[in-house]
């Protein structure tokens, strides 16, 4: 289905959600047609974006439309349970939800379970489903909603699923780029630096440039922890470690959107403030390893915000000779301070990028045996 004919059969009047590889198509769509205005907004998280739906309703009366993966559903689920609920305000909107880890269909490990209880999730939070399929017609969307309008009247919301492939668009966005230095590279300069720590990183493209960088290098990954789901919560996993481990340099690799996605998760580690935890943000100002939609931190300074939260020392590489400058002083310390470093990079990825070979659980076992050790 053309994504115009999608969304004209949904008849919405303002967008927001957190983007998905799944609906690029919409997201492309969404940020052509309209960028990042009173239109669209681009949320932090899926929850927000929920509220942001909800005030657009209290102040027009009129239904806006949330996107996601369905990963970010557990993000939704409180302002759906507890704030649009027809029990409580009865505020409707529209969902559209990418179905990644449909239940038939290869995907990856930390789709899987996601998948298998989307429908019913779903279900479960009072919403009204459809299932979009390449063979779904723009006129059964429209039936859909139609036959669905008492529903919309008495307070409920309806979700509608898409499958891989459902929605087609055939002008890709121009999307924002923050700088000039390639993740990746960053990414293997920071790992070729600290040797023998123990490193966590976010979820993407991130985590996959790493295990590719140590397969190049022909290194261990026994002092990896990929987090590849729960987008934003990496830094939570790292500063635990670094506490219970103190004699370990603990390195995170976090990205911008994961970083403002639970952005108070900032101020709790910069409150426990390990010295042993260096927390590094690669800031491309996009959701690159969904589609390369802005973030809220594109032209923000996520230094600034760590400063204000109250980081012992917050640093900032602008290219790749200001990281390296970087790296030179705090690499070799035995000891330091609580340590921010945003790093600002370019969007993008090699097309060849692969995925880690090894099991999730594989991954965690060994790294948990790496810790033993320490």
């Known amino acids: 289905m053309k994504v115009q004919d999608f969304v004209n059969s949904i008849d919405a009047d303002f967008y927001t959600g957190v983007p998905d590889s799944l609906l690029s198509p919409l997201c492309d769509w969404l940020y052509n047609t309209y960028g990042l205005s009173g239109k669209h907004i681009v949320a932090a998280n899926e929850g ?11 102040a027009t009366g009129r239904m806006g439309l949330v996107y996601m993966q369905n990963s970010g559903i557990g993000n939704a689920l409180n302002p759906v349970a507890s704030l649009t609920n027809e029990k409580i305000y009865g505020i409707p909107m529209v969902f559209v939800v990418g179905w990644r ?21 779903l279900k479960l939070m009072g919403l009204e489903v459809m299932v979009i399929g390449d063979d779904t017609a723009p006129s059964d969307v429209r039936s859909f909603l139609d ?56 979820t993407g493209k991130t985590s996959r440039e790493l295990y590719e960088i140590r397969e190049r290098n022909g290194e261990s990954h026994e002092s990896d922890f990929l987090t590849v789901g729960s987008m934003g919560h990496a830094s939570s996993v790292a500063l ?7 004699d370990l340099k ?25 010295s042993n935890l260096i927390h ?36 900032t590489a602008s290219d790749e000779a200001s990281l390296v400058k970087i790296l030179d002083v705090i690499a070799s310390e035995k000891t330091g301070a609580h340590t921010f470093v945003e790093v600002i990079s370019a969007r993008g990825a090699r097309k060849d990028l692969g995925r880690p070979s090894t099991t999730a659980k594989e991954n965690i076992d060994s790294f948990r045996d790496f810790l033993r050790g320490k």
């Not at 899987?112 to 989307?118: N, R, V």
């Open 147 to 202: 036959g669905f309008r008492d529903g919309f009247a008495s307070g409920k919301s309806a979700a509608l699923v898409v499958k891989k492939g459902a929605l087609t668009y055939d002008l890709k966005a121009d999307y924002y780029s923050c700088g000039t230095l390639t993740r990746e590279r960053a990414v293997e300069l920071i790992a070729g630096r600290f040797k023998d720590a123990a490193f966590v990183s976010t």
């Open 48 to 58: 927000n974006a929920v509220a942001l739906a909800a005030g657009h309703y209290i």
């Open 250 to 274: 603990v390195v995170l690799l976090d990205g911008d959107g994961a970083a403002v996605m639970h952005l108070g998760s900032l101020l709790v580690e910069a409150e426990t403030a390990p």
């Open 101 to 121: 880890g449909e239940p038939g269909v290869h995907d990856e490990p930390q789709h899987l379970f996601q998948g298998e209880i989307t429908v019913p999730l």
């Open 280 to 315: 590094f943000v690669i800031n491309n100002g996009v959701h690159d390893s969904v589609g390369g939609m802005p973030t809220p931190a594109k032209e923000r300074s996520l230094s600034d915000i760590a400063a204000a939260c109250g980081f012992g020392r917050v640093m």
């Open 240 to 246: 635990r470690i670094a506490m219970e481990k103190p």
